[in-house]
């Protein structure tokens, strides 16, 4: 649990986004209370301004004071500060793995998945390919694990928290079968630990919200 | 127990030098395997399936990619002497988000400064600018990131110094008068034993760079 007093924790985030959920994800894991305030990103606050000068994005975790940027991060930061239900193994090497994904998630997996649903026709079907070459990436990867950690859901689990959730209402609206059981078993299998997963499942933002916003971005 | 360690790099990556540093760093004895990048060796591509890239460490057959994830796995593994990274968790976010800056802006700006041309060209040189001046920022009267001793965000950004004089020259830049606080920084850092022995001179990269720029037509 979070220890004593002078204990502030504020998250600067947006509900519908996938690297800021990944904070609300590991906070409650860890069971560490905390603030939060919902960005508008058309119109930055002023903490926004000055706790992330570099990027003005959030999520932003700011503890007690202290201001830190970019999600896996922050989720590193949130690990090593609250011991308790740790997201990495103390193993250098495992760590080096789980570090590997997350970072391989962030830089090629996601964008692939992203571009597909929202290409356009020219675009479509490179986009389409390189999204499911994406996902016979992780597919080899999860194997028959039950999360990607392991036996526990960790660091990576909570990375890949878009391809959990997100994943199947972008392709819903996009009208595209990416993630699917019968395309990718193991993805399919792992995506129903995770969303099913007590805190996980109390921590995701509501679907049919989730799906309206993106629909509404859609039709712009 | 022996520990093997091979580093499977190419000779002018940035990439390839930070992994180079850490070793120096910690004196880890290691065998160094050049790939040729356009042909690259079956012990590469099984070693780093996913990307297929360099530099990949190897210790005791057990592979890891991504040039800062593998300079943390050092850190942590041979953590008796030289640390990277700080003990505070607080101040290792702030080295880990430097680092990450460094990955995201200054690889990119410096690639477009001499790969471009005109307008495209102008607006790099803007950004590398802005880039360096904010990184002097974060510096400020320290003289290595890391403090007293060079750390995790020196190890990340001072390779790319070896690229100046190529930047400079096709970039038509004079990053000392803009930067001169930044140049003072990568002096001291290739005085440090390490950092000078891991890097090759600015001119066998910038050589390198003026064959890239023959054989892509960039001139």
């Keep these: 649990m979070a220890t004593a007093n002078q204990e502030e924790v504020r998250l600067l985030g947006k509900w519908a986004s996938p690297f800021s959920n990944r904070i609300d994800l590991a906070l409650k894991l860890k069971g560490v209370p905390y603030k939060y305030s919902e960005e508008n990103l058309a119109n930055k606050s002023d903490d926004l301004l000055k706790y992330n000068p570099v990027y003005k994005k959030v999520p932003i975790l700011v503890h007690n004071g202290n201001p830190i940027a970019e999600s896996l991060i922050i989720l590193e930061y949130i690990d090593e500060t609250w011991k308790n239900n740790p997201l990495l193994s103390e193993d250098p090497y495992e760590r080096a793995l789980a570090r590997f994904w997350s970072k391989t998630l962030d830089d090629k997996i996601l964008p692939a998945i992203w571009n597909a649903c929202w290409s356009d026709e020219k675009g479509r079907e490179k986009a389409v390919e390189e999204a499911l070459e994406a996902l016979k990436i992780l597919e080899d990867e999860i194997k028959d694990k039950k999360f990607f950690g392991g036996e526990t859901l960790g660091l990576v689990d909570i990375a890949a928290n878009f391809i959990g959730y997100w994943v199947y209402i972008l392709q819903e609206i996009a009208g595209l079968e990416l993630l699917t059981l019968e395309k990718f078993p193991k993805v399919y299998k792992w995506s129903q630990e995770f969303i099913n997963h007590p805190v996980i499942k109390e921590g995701l933002p509501p679907r049919d919200e989730l799906f309206a916003f993106f629909k509404a971005s859609a039709s712009k | ?205 910038y050589g390198f760079m003026v064959e890239i720029r023959k054989k892509f037509g960039l001139e």
Aim: proline residues 5%; aromatic residues 12%; glycine residues 6%.
């Design chain 2, 1 to 205: 127990m022996a520990d093997e360690v091979i580093l499977l790099d190419y000779w002018a990556s940035p990439f390839g030098m930070r992994v180079r540093i850490a070793l120096a760093e910690k004196g880890i004895k290691h065998e160094y395997k050049e790939e040729d990048l356009r042909n690259k060796s079956p012990l590469l591509l099984q070693m780093n399936p996913v990307h297929k890239k360099i530099p990949v460490l190897i210790h005791n057959g057990k592979s890891i990619c991504e040039s800062l994830i593998a300079v943390q796995y050092i850190d942590e593994v041979w953590n008796e002497k030289s640390p990277l990274l700080p003990s505070d968790p607080y101040q290792r976010s702030q080295a880990r988000f430097w680092a990450d800056y460094v990955d995201k802006k200054i690889y990119e700006v410096g690639k477009n400064l001499w790969t471009k041309k005109g307008e495209e060209q102008e607006a790099a040189k803007k950004e590398f600018v802005e880039a360096h001046k904010l990184l002097e920022q974060e510096l400020g009267d320290k003289t290595y990131f890391g403090g007293d001793k060079i750390g995790f965000v020196d190890v990340a950004l001072i390779p790319f110094y070896t690229w100046f004089k190529g930047y400079e020259t096709f970039g038509n830049i004079n990053v000392e008068k803009e930067c001169p606080k930044f140049i003072a920084w990568a002096k001291r850092c290739m005085q440090v034993e390490s950092i000078s022995k891991s890097v090759p001179d600015q001119d066998k990269v």
